[in-house]
């Protein structure tokens, strides 16, 4: 029996330098490593001034009530006027702030000058409704440019928005327009999805009769389809159209809040996390700037998540914009008309950066190299990962077919509550190493404990910690300040546990391993989902893969997997290939870590974010009753996972 947290299994020897003309004109040079470690504080004061205050704050960090922090406090700004306003008064105001893709081929264009006047236009329409400073806005619609403007348009006058991901059930919005007792909904008759409209406006129909505090519906008219109308509804068309687009913006205090945003969370009430304004503005457009290597004159961004995902809200909406961005906007799924959507989009507008989720990057090694290579992808020069770590197999996929060789990836590690990335390559700097994280950005402090919070030497395994406060922290949870300080900060006292478990490597670079919550037990070695997904990933016939850990007599727990087939390799499941399989993850990593059954299925249940939902199928792998469905983005891949299965194929 090992005490080890955490089991270093899988070793990857592959090493690649960043590019060098890139690292020549990096934004961000090895240097800032350093800098930041002299005078922390000082560092961050310094990546405030990227942003424009009213009020320059003074104080840089109060850190004298943990974990309840306070960044730039006696600064003041507005953040939309950091995102739009001052690029048009800088003499920007002709550059494309968002080039909107829908999904049916209609198009949009914005510049920064149009951003402007829609979001001083909508901000006058809150007004006109009652919304006011220190009021909450739920936003539930479709990837159109109307979200953005209306989280810019709360953000311009001090109301939280509280975004839910449209999709998610009439009962998960009420749920959270409750909770942060929101006055106004801004949704949309619907958005475009897998080739037909799908409706918002129907389940904020159902949602709104639960919650007392909606005052207004505020209605964007995308689909023209048929909705039901009552008194508390309003067209955006006709309420905002009609407004000045002259709007003065008011400059908040650097703690005023920003957004709530849910995380779904696997059990229990939903958490709201908090965040404010000046921290999270500095770390989001700093990080955007660093990780991405951004040169608004020249670079067209492109980052396909979903604003519903907090990856939508810092990585599209705040980080960008507050750069200067010139960016793509997708409405819809990777598959509609076409497997060749997402790289005909980045042919037709010479997309320079992409950033991505591991999810996604399988789908398409799934569908086969075949598609990307049809399209001009020669734009492109970094390409960014996030929501899940990155299978080394899916990292090189991606590196060769849509990077050719040529671009760096940042596998970027972060959370809803981080507010930005904090673990990162720097595309000018680092020399990556495929599936890793890697190092703690400039100016943040991580690492790697064992059960008793102790750092665990190079080369072993754990739990992944932060040790000092960064300023897009979440502030708390709303409503909830004991819930923030036991979920966040009783683990390891005067750290904040993140819920992942991470190794370092003989190098002391950081991988990260899932969520400690998913970690299997087998025979006293705790192993990681990572390590075992990320070795049957690097069999060529394998595109992707979910392992959980099921109760056994003779092992406490055993390694079920889920195997999802390459697209030339799908109709060959026989017991030859699974047993193929098996054997590879134990030449792999050692046969501690051999699944004893293999599934091959067709999809796996996943979040809308894309992240594996490993408790649905350790439901299924332990044949019980399916639990709580609610948060999966598509309800019946589980009927087709237990269709599956009477072909499961076992080692005994
Ligand atoms: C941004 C985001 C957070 C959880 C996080 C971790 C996983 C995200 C990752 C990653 C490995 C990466 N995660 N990025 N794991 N490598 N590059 O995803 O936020 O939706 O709150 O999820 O996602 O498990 O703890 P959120």
């Keep these: 029996m090992s005490n080890e947290s955490l089991a270093n299994l899988l070793k990857e020897e592959r090493r690649f330098a960043p590019p060098r003309e890139l690292a020549a004109a990096a934004n961000v040079t090895a240097d800032a490593y350093a800098h930041a470690k002299e005078d922390r504080l000082a560092f961050w004061a310094e990546q405030a001034r990227r942003l424009s205050w009213e009020v320059e704050p003074t104080e840089t960090l109060d850190w004298s009530n943990p974990p309840f922090a306070k960044w730039f406090q006696d600064g003041r700004l507005n953040v939309a006027y950091n995102c739009v306003d001052r690029h048009v008064e800088a003499g920007h105001g002709d550059r494309v702030a968002i080039h909107f893709e829908g999904e049916p081929g209609d198009g949009r264009t914005l510049t920064y000058a149009q951003l402007k006047d829609e979001v001083g236009k909508a901000a006058n329409a809150l007004t006109e409704l009652g919304i006011r400073k220190g009021d909450r806005v739920a936003v539930y619609m479709p990837m159109i440019p109307e979200t953005a403007i209306a989280m810019l348009a709360c953000a311009r006058i001090g109301a939280a928005h509280s975004v839910v991901f449209g999709g998610f059930s009439a009962e998960a919005l009420s749920a959270r327009i409750q909770d942060a007792d929101a006055k106004l909904v801004i949704t949309a008759d619907g958005g475009y999805r897998r080739g037909k409209p799908n409706a918002l406006k129907a389940i904020v129909d159902e949602a709104v009769p639960r919650c007392p505090t909606i005052e207004n519906v505020l209605v964007v008219r995308r689909t023209g389809q048929d909705v039901s109308w009552g008194e508390k509804d309003k067209w955006w068309h006709e309420l905002v159209e009609g407004q000045s687009p002259e709007h003065t913006p008011e400059a908040f205090e650097a703690e005023h809040p920003l957004f709530i945003l849910y995380t779904s969370g696997t059990t229990g009430k939903p958490k709201g996390i908090l965040h404010t304004s000046g921290g999270y503005l500095t770390q989001v457009s700093y990080t955007h700037h660093a990780v991405f290597d951004l040169k608004p004159e020249t670079d067209v961004y492109w980052c396909t998540a979903d604003i519903g995902w907090v990856t939508g809200h ?82 090189i996929w991606y590196r060769k077919n849509i990077g050719g060789e040529r671009c760096p990836i940042v596998d970027t590690w972060w959370q809803t509550e981080t507010g930005a990335i904090m673990i990162s390559p720097l595309p000018g700097v680092t020399e990556t190493k495929p599936g890793a994280a890697q190092v703690p950005l400039p100016g943040i402090s991580a690492t790697v404990v064992d059960d008793e919070g102790r750092e665990v030497p190079d080369g072993a395994g754990g739990y992944l910690v932060l040790t000092e406060p960064w300023p897009s922290m979440l502030r708390t949870i709303w409503g909830d300040d004991q819930r923030y300080i036991d979920t966040y900060w009783s683990r390891f006292p005067g750290r904040y546990f993140a819920g992942d478990g991470a190794k370092k490597d003989d190098d002391g670079d950081i991988w990260l391993l899932g969520r400690v919550d998913d970690v299997m037990l087998v025979s006293g070695h705790n192993i990681s989902t990572t390590e075992v997904e990320s070795a049957l990933v690097s069999h060529p016939k394998v595109a992707e893969s979910a392992v959980v850990g099921a109760t056994d007599a003779t092992t406490g727990q055993a390694i079920v997997a889920f195997v999802i087939l390459r697209g030339t390799a799908a109709s060959d499941d026989g017991d030859a290939l699974l047993a193929e399989l098996r054997d590879h993850v134990g030449k792999t990593l050692g046969p501690i870590a051999k699944p004893k059954r293999i599934l091959t299925v067709t999809e796996l249940p996943k979040t809308r974010s894309g992240k594996i939902m490993r408790r649905l199928l350790r439901d299924v792998a332990e044949n019980r009753q399916i639990g709580d469905v609610t948060t999966l983005a598509d309800s019946t891949v589980m ?7 009477p072909s499961a194929a076992s080692e005994d």
Excluded at 369 to 389: N, Q, T, W
């Design 314 to 395: 810092s990585y599209f909406v705040y980080g960008p914009l507050s750069n200067g961005a010139t960016q793509v906007m997708y409405e819809g799924t990777p598959d509609t008309p076409h497997q060749g959507r997402f790289w005909e989009i980045i042919q037709k507008y010479k997309v320079s950066i992409l950033y991505a989720a591991p999810t996604a990057i399988r789908t398409f090694m799934k569908w086969g190299d075949d598609i990307p290579a049809k399209f001009d992808l020669s734009s492109l020069r970094v390409l960014g990962s996030v929501g899940e770590p990155i299978n080394p197999e899916a990292w």
């Design 639 to 645: 009927d087709l996972i237990q269709a599956k299965l």
